[in-house]
C-alpha cells in the first residue's frame, strides 16, 4: 500500500508541476517546510505520505507537555519561616504561570526518595526542593531520573535536569548586626541558631562582624545552638541567653516558634522571618529573609518554554533576593539612618561584610588585611568569629525522628 501511494504521489506532484508551468513561465517550488499548511506526515525514507488524490496528509501535531510543580519542606507549613517564603514561592507560580503545584511537609532527609517518587507518580514533573539539607539526596534523584526537572535550594552542583539556587542572607545580617549594636543597653547580644539552617556560619558570623562595626573590640555575642523543631529546647536556650544579660536575640531558625517566644517573655528580637510584625509586634526590630519566587518563576518558564539553563545562582541585597524587614516603631531613634546606610553601601558594593582582618575565636586571622572572601567561600565557612564569647549548644541527638506522612496537600 505504501508503495502504491508513493507511486501516486509522485504522479500526482508531476501533473501538478505542468499544469503550475503552463500558467507561469517561472513556477513557484511549493513544500511543506514552505507552507505551514502543507506540513504532512512523512514516509520512513523521508518523502510525505499523501492520500490517493495526492494531497498531503497532517502529520499528528506534537502533544504539549503540561507541567506539575511539587514541593518540598523539611518542616511545616504552619510554623512560618523557610516554608513560609517557599509558600509565597509556590503561590506566585500559580498566579504568574497558571501551572498545578501541590507540597508535601514534615519531610525527613530519609525520606526524600520515597517523596520524589511520589510526586512524580502525582504527575509532577518539576520537583522543588525547599530546604538545603536535602540539596544531597536531591541531586542523587536528579541523577537517576533524566524525565523531571528539579530546582534546589542551598544545592551548589548543577546538571542537565537540575538547576541550585541561594541566597547571599549574609548581607542582611550584617544590617541587622549593626542595628542590634546600635540598640543594646546591655552589650550582650544572644544569638540562637539552627545548624542545619542554610549558610549558617555566614549569616551568624555577618551579624557579628556588624556588631562589631559599633562595639569593635567590645562586641559581646553569645551563641546558642538548637534545632528548630525542638520547641521545649528553644525555650531553654532563649531563656539561658536572657540570664546571661542578652536583651537582644538574634534568631536564625526554620520556623517562627523563637520569634514568637521572644515576644511571650519580652525580649526584643531579630529574625529570619517576614512575618516578624504579625507574631512579634512589640519586641521585633528588623528582620530578614530569601526571596525565592522570582528564581523559581524564572526557571519554571524556561523548562515551559524548553529553554532551560542549569545553573548555580545566588543574589544578595541588590538583586532583591535577600531582603531586609523595615525597622519597626521599637528600634532606638536613628537606627534607620544608620542601618541604612551600610544596607545601601552593601547594595552599590561599597562594603563587604566579609572584609579582613578577620579572626576566629582562637585568634586565628581567616581573613588576610584587605582581602575580600567571595561567596563561594563565604558558605563554606566552619568557624566563629572573634566577638562570639560563648558558643553552648542546646541540639540533642533523635535516635529514631518521627518520619513525616508524606501526604501530598495543595
Not at 62 to 82: A, L
Not at 272 to 283: D, M, V, Y
Not at 314 to 329: H, K, N, V, W, Y
Not at 399 to 409: A, H, M, R, S
Request: charged share 20%; with cysteine; proline share 3%.
Amino acid at each position: 500500500m505504501k508503495k502504491l501511494l508513493k507511486g501516486i504521489s509522485v504522479i500526482a506532484a508531476f501533473s501538478m508541476l505542468l499544469v503550475s508551468g503552463g500558467c507561469n513561465g517561472n513556477p513557484e517550488e511549493t513544500t511543506a517546510s514552505d507552507d505551514p499548511a502543507l506540513t504532512a506526515a512523512t514516509n520512513e525514507d523521508g518523502t510525505p505520505v499523501t492520500d490517493e488524490e495526492g494531497n498531503m496528509i497532517p502529520a499528528e501535531p506534537e502533544e504539549e507537555t503540561i507541567y506539575k510543580v511539587g514541593f518540598i519542606y523539611n518542616g511545616s507549613v504552619e510554623d512560618g519561616s523557610t516554608a513560609a517564603v517557599f509558600e509565597n514561592s509556590r503561590d506566585q507560580l500559580e498566579k504568574a504561570l497558571g501551572v498545578e503545584t501541590c507540597y508535601m511537609d514534615n519531610v525527613l532527609v530519609s525520606q526524600i526518595p520515597t517523596a520524589v517518587h511520589a510526586l512524580q507518580d502525582n504527575g509532577c514533573n518539576i520537583i522543588v526542593s525547599a530546604s538545603a539539607c536535602f540539596a544531597n539526596s536531591i541531586e542523587k534523584e536528579a541523577n537517576g531520573s533524566s524525565d523531571t526537572y528539579y530546582i534546589s535550594f542551598g544545592g551548589e552542583k548543577s546538571g542537565s535536569n537540575i538547576s541550585c539556587f541561594g541566597g547571599e542572607l549574609y548581607q542582611t545580617a550584617n544590617v541587622c548586626g549593626i542595628a542590634a549594636a546600635y540598640n543594646t543597653e546591655s552589650n550582650i547580644l544572644g544569638v540562637l541558631a539552627d545548624p542545619s539552617s542554610y549558610n549558617v556560619f555566614g549569616v551568624v558570623n555577618s551579624y557579628v562582624l556588624g556588631a562589631k562595626e559599633i562595639w569593635g573590640a567590645q562586641t559581646d555575642v553569645r551563641l546558642n545552638w538548637v534545632w528548630s523543631d525542638n520547641e521545649a529546647k528553644i525555650e531553654e536556650a532563649i531563656n539561658d541567653l536572657v540570664s546571661q544579660g542578652s536583651d537582644i536575640i538574634m534568631c536564625y531558625t526554620e520556623n517562627d516558634y523563637a520569634a514568637e517566644y521572644c515576644e511571650k517573655i519580652g525580649v526584643k528580637v531579630i529574625a529570619n522571618s517576614c512575618n516578624l510584625p504579625e507574631i512579634a509586634p512589640t519586641q521585633y526590630l528588623t528582620g530578614f529573609f530569601f526571596n525565592s519566587s522570582t528564581f523559581i518563576v524564572d526557571t519554571v518558564r524556561a523548562i515551559k518554554a524548553d529553554n532551560f539553563v542549569s545553573s548555580v545562582h545566588s543574589g544578595g541585597i541588590a538583586a532583591g533576593t535577600a531582603r531586609l524587614i523595615d525597622f519597626s516603631g521599637n528600634c532606638k531613634q536613628g537606627t534607620d539612618t544608620i542601618a541604612s546606610k551600610l544596607y545601601d553601601y552593601i547594595k552599590t558594593g561599597k562594603a563587604h561584610a566579609f572584609t579582613g582582618e578577620i579572626k576566629n575565636r582562637d585568634y586565628t586571622v581567616m581573613v588576610e588585611k584587605g582581602q575580600q572572601m567571595n561567596f563561594d567561600s563565604i558558605r563554606k565557612i566552619d568557624w566563629l568569629v572573634l566577638g562570639i564569647t560563648r558558643a553552648s549548644d542546646f541540639t540533642t541527638v533523635i535516635q529514631e525522628p518521627v518520619p513525616g506522612d508524606l501526604v501530598i496537600k495543595t
